[in-house]
């Protein structure tokens, strides 16, 4: 389907959008408890990537694919002007409590990464953390994050890197799950720099990146992140759910996985690896 997105009157680019596979992404991130994972494990990446985009006093600011707003609550309260958008409208509705009770005024809005309903140009800051890596179709996600980004405005993302443990961990369920529609990339291929640089193209200049390591201390043992993670993580749920009642399967999963965390594992701790990037563009 071919949309035209328009807000206030103002059109604003004309995208096609596979309704079937958005209302397969919006249903994955439905699945299980995200805000759990946001609160207790990646909470700290959102100060990271509020800082390397420089957010300050009367900035207007997008956070892309904002999840329950690990990024856009610390963009408020620097003083942003923020205006938070997810494909998930659960996400949107615990992001706007989560930031309702932090006491901060931020606009959530239910939106697809691959057609904002924003304006060209709209904003002096466009930024995800570890959000906008999943949307389905890269090149489109990156010329909408372009497009609503302003002429000499700031661009900053955090991904997932693919040789991280979050990227590991999808390599280790991808034979537990259906092979992608044609068109689709992995999402952790936003952790790699040159494709980032490539997706972006010329519409950037002053291009920078930087890998860095969240520490997580949460597990005891890869088995108890594999528990956690399969209760509360929308991709991994699925993958089990994609198994089904095959029990060989199920417990090749599970084994795959808890093989991972412990691997990972170090003194108590792990250390998922994850790449900022921060641009203008032109």
């Not at 990146?209 to 969240?214: A, F, G, M, P, V």
Request: proline share 6%; aromatic share 8%; with cysteine.
């Amino acid at each position: 389907m071919t949309d035209t997105c328009r807000t206030e009157g103002v059109t604003m680019g004309v995208v096609t959008v596979d309704r079937e596979l958005e209302a397969k992404h919006r249903a994955l991130w439905a699945l299980g408890n995200y805000g759990a994972i946001a609160a207790h494990i990646v909470a700290p990446l959102g100060p990271v990537l509020v800082e390397a985009c420089g957010i300050g006093p009367g900035d207007r600011v997008l956070d892309i694919a904002a999840g329950t707003g690990n990024a856009s609550i610390p963009a408020a309260l620097a003083g942003a002007q923020v205006t938070a958008s997810d494909l998930c409208p659960q996400l949107v509705d615990e992001g706007a409590h989560e930031s309702a009770e932090r006491g901060v005024d931020i606009t959530w809005k239910e939106a697809n990464a691959e057609a904002l309903p924003f304006s060209d140009g709209e904003f002096d800051v466009v930024m995800s953390c570890i959000g906008v890596m999943f949307a389905p179709h890269h090149d489109q996600s990156a010329r909408e994050l372009l497009r609503v980004t302003r002429s000499g405005g700031r661009i900053g993302l955090i991904s997932w890197t693919p040789e991280g443990f979050i990227g590991q961990l999808f390599a280790t369920m991808k034979p537990f799950v259906p092979a992608p529609p044609p068109g689709v990339s992995p999402p952790p291929l936003w952790g790699n720099a040159d494709h980032v640089r490539t997706l972006l193209g010329d519409g950037i200049e002053d291009f920078e990146t930087q890998r860095r390591s969240l520490t997580v201390d949460m597990f005891a043992d890869g088995a108890a992140f594999r528990d956690f993670f399969k209760a509360n993580y929308g991709p991994t749920i699925a993958a089990y759910r994609a198994v089904g009642d095959d029990a060989e399967r199920t417990a090749a999963l599970d084994e795959a996985i808890a093989l991972l965390g412990d691997r990972y594992l170090d003194s108590g701790a792990m250390q998922w690896e994850y790449l900022v990037v921060t641009a203008h563009k032109r």
